[in-house]
């Protein structure tokens, strides 16, 4: 396997860099959930793939397991309270409004119902991107 360039100039073997795949059943399971939603798109992004309404993301099957959320960054501290979601961290900063729910905590449909929902209604709540 060729060896690529790090930032810095030196040599990364990438046979030692291991990718996790999205979980293409939990990706099915969302798709389905989310079948009827206008302006509806997917992307891979965030290491899985994201389901977008109207260009903004809900929800995405997570490279990480289990499932990202994107909801109201007013409610997000009570989320995380009252359920066992946690904030989504980004180069050591949690980022409000976007969680984390472990695959766990999303295996009936009714489970991760809830969560698709709040996501969905959040991004149909902001203005859509062009």
């Known amino acids: 396997m060729p060896l690529s360039r790090a930032f810095d100039g030196t040599a990364l073997d990438r046979s ?62 009570t989320l995380v309270a009252t359920t066992n979601a946690r904030p989504m961290e980004m180069r050591g900063r949690q980022m409000r409004g976007w969680l984390r729910v472990d695959p766990a905590d999303v295996r009936t449909k009714r489970q991760l119902a809830r969560w698709v929902e709040l996501g969905t209604t959040y991004a149909r709540s902001l203005p859509p991107k062009r």
Do not use: C, H
Not at 16 to 21: D, E, K, L, W
Not at 41 to 64: C, D, I, P, R
């Open 16 to 77: 030692t860099i291991t990718v996790v795949p999205y979980d293409e059943e939990l990706a099915d399971r969302i798709r389905e959930l989310v079948s009827a939603e206008a302006r509806l798109t997917e992307t891979k992004m965030f290491g899985g793939l994201a389901f977008l309404v109207g260009g903004n993301m809900a929800v995405a099957a997570s490279g990480q397991g289990g499932i990202l959320v994107r909801v109201d960054p007013a409610e997000s501290e």
